[in-house]
């Protein structure tokens, strides 16, 4: 009886390492004709470097065994310059206890980062309420109040100056936010990072953040980006 029971077992995890890998084999395939449809060059091999990189974003920084994959290398057009891109999926591992209890879970999720187009530019946080990331760490600044009462109520933001944060979140800034309920994106030593806690995106989701980064630095007010171009 006992054999038996763990040939059944057996059996199940047989045929969910069968379909994990299928899915993992059709993603791939999937990502690497999104990259072809937009120009960009697909790498599914594992980066073991991207944690040291990126270092300035913290969700890249937690637990172990930390790698890139599934990457998808581009460049993109931010506040009319053209920026090197890349976007994929990342994975980490925590463990918890030990001897008996020691246990390890594995975390996964997608992101794009991208070269700023004002890379001179104060970090920037700002993420949806109720995203516990732990990135707002890496600034260690005071959540910033807005005027409006409804938008620092659904968003979280922060900045090393909090004039330049007021003048980025402008009116039309925060309706786009609102609206689209974007991802966190965090602006720092000159990259924009962007992922929505441990969410793996769809092919189409990828496209769709690509589209959604463009008009988030598209609608910096020129005096902003006049200001720190002259420093860049």
Known sequence: ????????????????????????????????????????????????????????????????????????????????????????????????????????????????VAGSPLPSAPDLLIRPEGFFDGVSALFGFDDIDFESAEFSRKFHVTSSDKRYAYAVVHPQMMEFLQESRGPTVAVARGYCCLYEGHKVWKPDEFSARVAWVERFFGLWPGHVTDQYSRLT
């Open 1 to 112: 009886m006992h054999i038996l029971i763990f040939v059944v077992i057996g059996l199940f995890i047989g045929v969910a390492v069968y379909f994990s890998h299928l899915q993992a084999k059709q993603r791939r395939a999937d990502l690497a004709e999104l990259a072809q449809q937009i120009g960009w060059r697909f790498d599914p091999q594992s980066d073991y470097d991207h944690d040291s990189r990126f270092s300035q974003f913290s969700v890249f920084c937690s637990g172990h065994s930390r790698q890139a994959y599934n990457t998808l290398h581009g460049s993109l057009t931010l506040g009319g310059r053209q920026v090197h891109a890349q976007m994929g999926d990342f994975l980490y591992k925590q463990t918890s206890g030990s001897g008996k209890d020691r246990k390890t879970r594995t975390y996964t999720l997608s992101y794009l």
